[in-house]
């Protein structure tokens, strides 16, 4: 039961990633900044990483 609630998690986390990557690279196009690759890329490591500062308890 807790793989299949975890697995479940992990996948609205994902699709939250994807939708709040496409709303920061609409931000950054706004601004005038081009998306490179190097800039997805810290986008994705940025969106992806889990750390102290970013957990909510």
Do not use: F, P, W, Y
């Amino acid at each position: 039961m807790n793989d299949s609630v975890n697995r479940m998690n992990a996948q609205l986390t994902r699709g939250a990633g994807r939708m709040q990557k496409e709303i920061v690279i609409e931000r950054l196009r706004a601004n005038g900044c081009r998306i490179t690759k190097q800039r997805l890329m810290l986008l994705d490591i940025i969106l992806e990483e889990e750390c102290a500062s970013c957990n909510r308890e």
